[in-house]
């Protein structure tokens, strides 16, 4: 079944059952209200009509003055309401109207019983039941609403009498009432479907907003957003919905600018990897053939280890950077002084510095400079962004500083340079996966997979640390590294 008719079926059986709640409690209000007013006017008639009938005799006690004329007048005068009356005497006889063959009628003895005790008795005669009035027996195919109500005097009940109505008239008056009722129901009835029609189709309306929605973002159209009021739960789900497709954007732009970096590098992984493995088959055919110089096979075979150590290298690097970004490496840490490994790593590099016509310059305290971290993860660290610092400076300086901050409980080291520095988008770029700040440097022997510094970022953030870039074009970087103390680490969340 469509949304649009549940949602309908839904508002009708509840419109309905409040509808039929209303009617039924209405309907029987009115009832018990005409009813209770038709008891009420002929208990007042009947008070009435004691006033001006119930005479009696001091000496013998008899009641005077109830004649078949005085009550007939009265019956005439409310002949228009219909009411009759019957007058029963103490001894429960009744004396008006008389039967015409001189028949002593009475009432039931419950009513005569509860009439002594003062009550008024309220009830509906039926047509099969005359409760003794001849005059009643004569129209025997008629209901009458009546009341029987006792007449004291001293204390003593000296008559009773019984007033009755038509009950014709009553059920015009609460039939007019139904009718009104069931006119009003119909109207509602009609009015509540023409309304929970509109209110469905309203909501499947919005409903049909996010399909529609939904599938221009399954065909990768992530431009739609829903307009939201801040309403009701669906303008909710549409807020969560745009930001969804916002967070599907980002993705799937972070995907196509990673697979354009994979494609990259690639194309760079599969250059880089041909020319050493085009040298290697081509020495060991030399090799094979006899075609190397005997003199000149040490450096072949040199040359060879070199070529097989770079493609190590760059599959060593990817196979690293997943285990880190995955957390599959645990990290050992410890207390240590770093001066150590720093020293060994600028002495390793100070021959790639000089190449480059470069200073590296090592400031660090001459005591000990104790940092806490993974002390090989801390040499991979420092070595690939020294390294890298080298790549990008020709003919200029690498300073290398490291320092306690006692105030943040930590060991905080700077590699600045003076290369060629980066643009602000290249720094926003730079811990990104194969990306290079300077892809024309891509044939250089560091850094040929970009990987390098997205190592360092993983690690840094694995560590709990800190790792800050500043820099300008042509006037070089500055890398700030943070390795806080045991119980001070910190998370801190890449941008």
Known sequence: MKLI???MLSFLIVILTTLGIILYSVTSTSTTWEYNRTYKSLESYAG????????TDPDTGEIHNITGDNIRTVEQVLSERNVQFA???YKNNQVYPTHPS???LHLKKSYWNKLKQGKTIRNIQKPEGTEGNPQLSKKGDISYVY??????????????????????ELQTNIGEINSRLYFALLISLLAAIILSFLLS?????????????????ANNDFSVQIESKNRDELDDLADDFNKMVKSLEASDKEIKRQEQRRKEFMADASHEMRTP??????LLEGLAYDAIPEESKGQSIELMRNETNRLIRLVNENLDYEKIRTNQITLAR??????????????????KAEESKDKLILETPEDKLMTYADYDRFVQVMFNIIQNSIQFTNDGEVVVTGYRAEDRHASIFKIQDTGIGMSEDQVKNIWDRYYKADPSRKNRKYGESGLGLSIVHQLIENHGGEIEVKSKLNKGTTFTVTFFDEGHEHNKTSE
Not at 277 to 282: F, M, S, Y
């Open 5 to 7: 008719y549940q949602n």
């Open 48 to 55: 009435n009509l004691e006033k001006i009938a119930l005479k």
């Open 87 to 89: 007058v029963f005497d």
């Open 102 to 104: 001189n028949v002593k």
């Open 147 to 168: 009341v029987l109500t006792p007449w004291f005097q001293n204390g003593k009940l000296v008559a009773a009498v019984w007033a009755g109505s038509d009950v014709s």
């Open 201 to 217: 189709r309203y909501q499947v309306n919005r409903i049909n907003r996010l399909r529609g929605a939904t599938r221009r973002v």
């Open 277 to 282: 493995l085009t040298t290697i088959n081509g």
């Open 334 to 351: 410890r207390e240590f002084d770093a001066n150590v490994p720093l020293r060994d790593i600028t002495s390793q590099l100070k021959k």
